[in-house]
């Protein structure tokens, strides 16, 4: 049977039964399908669909609550999948799908592509509409393996590079989990590295795009492993959360970025630096007194450091969010929402969180000069940071036509390889030295 075909006898259900299951529920469905398909030589696959938006000023204005999108889009997605087949949603914007006892591996990818094509059309609400860009990442058992961490893994990795890939879906190949292989056990060793004070900041510079000068930079943490080579950022990252390290890497990287900037300041340059905040360094409740203790020992002004939060993270705890935004306002640093645009705020949190600044995804960013989709989200949150006296900045800017069009339509900052690579702290600071003057 298809992967896409319900089988006889009545409509497909997403799950087999009237109630959709739980994230707990598809996980637990998942280890006992992995264990059948590995007893019966039996194959499976694991998609995970990221929901992301495109009408971005229509879901700031009278968009739905991220949950009820989602409840749209699992209704939707149930009736081109089989009774066998099960999903649940995993967060705001993503879903998992299981699809068991598959005959062949290709049944995966046409089943993307029929969860994709059911998806084109805009998600109709009370309110209006839910124009959505939704990418698919597939592992499939036994090519990926039959461990369900792993296969979420491989999924997730296959994930972010369809949401690169004009098709939409992408299934994980050999090189792209070489990531995962490469990152087994180094908790320990990030643990270590902290400790040692082995990891290292890069700097990706800013600029006013009204007169060209720097004004600021975003601080990227770096790792450079013994045997596995360079380690990004967001791998990184999702070790230290997975750990428990978060809070230590987070008060290592903010001491090292204010550490530089002290240094700069003794020599009369004052850049504005950025620090992004995890998901879960927004719940430690002595986050505010942290960042106010360590301005103080580097005897910084507050308006040195913008925490940048990512939009989801934000949202997902509006009321611990508020309070948290507000005592980190109380110290006096900059507050922006990374990645704007991806997720699913409201005039109503932008109005009440104490933020200063927007910065626009990448990913519309990059697309803004050939699609019109892009170009009017881009437009629109430059012009939904002004009405709110906010700085509009862009991130991922790649090319001189995109940052001619940002500065005309208004933008404030720009970051991105035409504006500058990524660099170290000492080629940061001569660059900046070079240009300020």
Same mark, same amino acid.
């Given at each position: 049977? $298809? !992967?896409?075909?319900? +089988?006889?006898? /009545?409509? *497909? %259900? ?6 959709? #299951? ?106 209006? $509409? !839910?124009?959505?860009? +939704?990418?698919? /990442?597939? *592992? %499939? ?6 461990? #369900? ?289």
């Amino acid at each position: 049977m $298809s !992967a896409n075909t319900p +089988p006889s006898g /009545g409509p *497909a %259900t997403l799950s087999g039964r009237t109630e959709e #299951p739980t994230r707990e529920e598809l996980l637990r469905f998942l280890d006992r399908e992995t264990a059948i398909a590995r007893a019966t030589d039996g194959r499976l696959a694991v998609l995970v669909l990221e929901l992301r938006r495109v009408d971005r000023l229509q879901a700031l204005l009278k968009g739905p609550a991220a949950s009820t999108t989602m409840e749209l889009v699992l209704d939707r997605v149930r009736k081109v999948l089989r009774s066998d087949d099960r999903a649940a949603a995993i967060n705001d914007d993503e879903v998992c799908l299981v699809l068991p006892r598959l005959a062949h591996p290709t049944q995966a990818t046409l089943a993307a592509v029929k969860v994709l094509r059911t998806l084109d059309r805009p998600i109709a609400h009370e309110g209006g $509409s !839910a124009v959505l860009r +939704p990418c698919v /990442g597939i *592992a %499939t058992v036994p090519e990926h393996g039959y461990d #369900p961490a792993e296969l979420l893994m491989a999924a997730d990795v296959a994930r972010r590079i369809a949401a690169t890939r004009e098709e939409g879906y992408h299934v994980v190949q050999a090189e792209d989990t070489i990531e995962s292989e490469v990152y087994r056990g180094l908790d320990l060793d990030l643990e270590r590295a902290i400790r040692a004070n082995e990891l290292h900041i890069a700097y990706l510079p800013q600029i006013d795009l009204r007169t060209g000068k720097p004004v600021a930079a975003e601080a990227i943490v770096r790792w450079r492993h013994g045997a596995a080579g360079d380690i990004p950022a967001e791998t990184i990252v999702g070790i230290a959360e997975r750990t428990g390290l978060i809070g230590s890497l987070t008060f290592w990287a903010l001491n090292a970025v204010l550490r530089h900037a002290a240094a700069m300041h003794r020599e009369n340059l004052s850049p504005r630096f950025s620090v992004n905040l995890s998901t879960r360094t927004l719940t430690d409740v002595e986050l505010p007194t942290v960042v106010d203790q360590a301005l103080k020992t580097w005897g910084l002004p507050s308006n040195t450091v913008t925490l940048e939060i990512t939009e989801s993270s934000m949202i997902a705890d509006a009321e611990r969010s508020m309070a948290m935004l507000t005592r980190l306002k109380g110290v006096g640093v900059g507050l922006s929402i990374d990645d704007f645009g991806t997720g699913y705020s409201s005039l109503a949190y932008l109005r009440k969180f104490p933020l200063d600044e927007l910065k626009i995804d990448k990913v519309f960013v990059a697309g803004m000069l050939s699609d019109k989709g892009d170009l009017q989200v881009v437009r629109s949150v430059i012009d939904l940071a002004h009405n709110f006296e906010l700085r509009a900045v862009a991130e991922g800017v790649e090319d001189a036509r995109t940052l001619e069009e940002l500065k005309r339509m208004g933008c404030d900052v720009a970051q991105g390889f035409h504006v500058a690579a990524a660099m170290g702290e000492k080629a940061f600071r001569d660059w900046w030295a070079a240009r300020i003057g």
